[in-house]
Nanobody, 120 residues
Framework: QVQLVESGGGLVKAGGSLRLSCAASGSIFSINGMGWYRQAPGKQRELVAFIFSGGSTNYADSVKGRFTISRDNAKNTAYLQMNSLKPEDTAVYYC??????????????WGQGTQVTVSS
């Protein structure tokens, strides 16, 4: 069983910055990738950014140039640095991890979500 602990959400004014963290713990043999998704009221959950084990990344077009995802492999932790935030970035942000367990099965887990609110 793997647990994800998210932190760093909050309320910020447009143009401001926030940094989200997601720490994975439990029966992890290896992590294939970690990332962030978000869901605004009345909208579908969408990919924000994802980082793979080799270091390659994917970003939503709407956040390219403003958000940066990084990972500390030793701590099984991913970070999302969000700069130049806009009101349309307001959503619940969910961490997701794709991992191989100690029994060598592949799973994905989701975090509980953290609220990010950007005021205009």
């Amino acid at each position: 069983q793997v647990q994800l602990v998210e932190s760093g959400g909050g309320l910020v004014k447009a143009g401001g910055s926030l940094r989200l963290s997601c720490a994975a713990s439990g029966s992890i043999f290896s992590i294939n990738g970690m990332g962030w998704y978000r869901q605004a009221p009345g909208k579908q959950r969408e990919l924000v950014a994802f980082i793979f084990s080799g270091g390659s990344t994917n970003y939503a077009d709407s956040v390219k140039g403003r958000f940066t995802i990084s990972r500390d492999n030793a701590k099984n932790t991913a970070y999302l640095q969000m700069n130049s935030l806009k009101p349309e970035d307001t959503a619940v942000y969910y961490c997701k991890v794709n991992y191989e367990s100690s029994s060598r099965y592949v799973y994905e887990n989701w975090g509980q979500g953290t609220q990010v609110t950007v005021s205009s």
